[in-house]
């Protein structure tokens, strides 16, 4: 804040920040379109060349196409098992509830490396090698708390009256959890598999020790850095940026035909 005709410090800081945090992207951003073969600054042009050399890498195709089935079975394991949870942990108010779920948010708490050092130590104690399974188990730890985070939340707000009165006109748990709860919590459901997902696609360091000889969109920038340095980089990191926005979008179309609102106002609400 500043006096009359002072100097406006709060809008120069907003500025400042701003610049700081956004910056790094936009250069980045703009060096993917660059057509020449080196990252120097004013770029040499504007070309769409190196998103036509990454996407005719092999190499990058396999990460890519391993990245997104890792990505969609995180997200439905992670969902599944999140709702399961939740239903138990909103249902059931004891000590020993509340206690696994403190537990369950304990991964949010833990530095990647550790979640990691500790995936190799189990694999070498159990013989489990390196693949799809060990990739998904790793991004589940990591994105569970979150998903359970978001589900639960909406199971404590909704009207419970509802799933009473179905008992009462005679349906079975099972057909109240399957007919009534789970409708009205799917926006929720839906939501968390869209952030599981997100998470799930950008995961770098706990996949470099859970994922072997395969490759990931992450850890192929990661070992293409290691090798030269040149746009086709910096167009590998604008599809790591793109992928969870544009499933954000659809999450946002979906939502808003289905239930009226959008994917934000729908996280907004879990969060109240």
């Not at 002072?6 to 790094?24: D, E, H, K, M, S």
């Amino acid at each position: 804040m500043s006096g009359r005709g002072g100097i406006p410090w709060l809008a120069i800081t907003c500025f400042v920040l701003i610049v700081f945090l956004y910056a790094p992207l936009l250069v980045a951003t703009l060096y993917a379109f660059n057509s020449g073969n080196r990252l120097v600054w004013p770029p040499e042009g504007l070309s769409l060349r190196w998103f036509g050399h990454v996407f005719g890498d092999e190499l990058f195709m396999k990460a890519f196409s391993t990245s997104m089935s890792a990505a969609l079975i995180t997200a439905v394991v992670s969902c599944s098992i999140g709702t399961i949870a939740s239903l138990v942990f909103t249902r059931r108010s004891t000590r020993i509830a509340r206690l696994v779920e403190a537990l369950g948010r304990l991964p949010v708490m833990l530095p990647p490396l550790f979640i990691g050092i500790g995936f190799v130590a189990l694999m070498k104690a159990t013989t489990l090698s390196p693949s799809m399974t060990t990739i998904v188990a790793g991004h589940t730890i990591i994105v569970l708390p979150f998903v359970i985070l978001i589900v639960a939340a909406r199971l404590r707000t909704y009207e419970i009256e509802v799933e009473q009165a179905a008992r009462d006109l005679g349906a079975t748990p099972i057909q109240v959890i399957v007919r009534v709860t789970l409708p009205i919590i799917a926006p929720a459901i839906f939501g968390a598999f869209l952030v599981a997902f997100a998470f799930s696609f950008d995961e770098l360091l706990i996949t470099n020790f859970t994922s072997g000889t395969q490759s990931t969109v992450p850890i192929y920038v990661l070992g293409r850095l290691r090798r030269l340095v040149d746009p086709s980089a910096n167009a590998v990191a604008v599809i790591l940026l793109l992928i969870p926005w544009i499933a954000f979008g659809i999450g946002q179309v979906v939502l808003k035909r289905l239930t009226g609102s959008g994917l934000s106002d729908t996280l907004m609400r879990q969060g109240r």
